[in-house]
């Protein structure tokens, strides 16, 4: 990796432990941003290309969990490491099903710190290399998050975009509603909801509508699928 890829933003409130990051991961070859607190955290990953992020989860402001929530809501894909003294299973299920990547508990030796960040930064890379979906005429761009059909600009709203990203990825197979639920919402809405069918109901009617054919399929009792005509 080169340039912006080797940008490391780090998102912690305790100097001693910030600096001990901070001088070991720039000693390691890699130009290091440095947050103090959860907002000055989610400023920083939102305006810059950083290849992975490290977020202490009890920040003083705004923890570390919902920043990571927050920055995948508006379509922040940067791997994120999570670091905490919370270590029990529950505690780490949360953290990876809140956007997190990886989670290191503290205390921590450097050596494996550095090892899990190089880790998500070769996922980082790969993921960088994927930057347009397609599925017939229709166009995402994951970087800009934009979508065309045929040219012409779709509006939508962060996590109606969510909804499309995640259907054109799976394209041509079905995804159930509870892939969606987990997925797109995280489980933190009752799997009764009709929350789901009312997103994808808004999807379906700024992609498809007024179009010569629908890319947005309901399958009945199942999911949803997106395919274009053979």
Not at 33 to 56: K, P, Q
Not at 93 to 122: C, H, I, M, N, Q
Request: charged content about 25%; glycine content about 8%; proline content about 4%.
């Amino acid at each position: 990796m080169a340039g912006g890829r080797r940008r490391i933003l780090v998102i912690e409130d305790d100097p001693e432990t910030a600096d001990q990051i901070v001088d070991f991961l720039s000693a390691s070859g890699y130009q290091v941003d440095l947050a103090g607190d959860g907002n000055d955290g989610l400023n920083r990953a939102s305006s810059a290309e950083h290849a992975v992020m490290t977020i202490d989860r009890m920040l003083p402001d705004i923890d570390g969990l919902a920043v990571i929530r927050r920055l995948r809501e508006n379509g922040i894909v940067t791997p994120a490491l999570i670091i905490s003294a919370l270590g029990e299973i529950d505690d780490r299920v949360r953290g990876l099903r809140a956007g997190g990547d990886d989670y290191l508990v503290k205390p921590f030796a450097l050596a494996e710190l550095l090892a899990r960040v190089e880790a998500l930064a070769r996922r980082s890379a790969t993921v960088v290399k994927e930057t347009v979906l397609r599925v017939g005429d229709l166009e995402l761009d994951l970087i800009a998050r934009t979508v065309t059909r045929r040219g012409r600009n779709i509006e939508l709203l962060p996590r109606e975009f969510q909804v499309l990203e995640y259907l054109v990825r799976n394209q041509g197979q079905v995804v159930p509603r509870a892939l969606l639920l987990q997925h797109v919402w995280d489980l933190h809405f009752d799997p009764t909801t009709n929350i789901i069918d009312v997103y994808v109901g808004r999807v379906r009617r700024k992609v498809d509508g007024q179009q010569a054919y629908p890319l947005i399929h309901t399958v009945r009792g199942v999911g949803f699928c997106v395919r274009a005509p053979c």
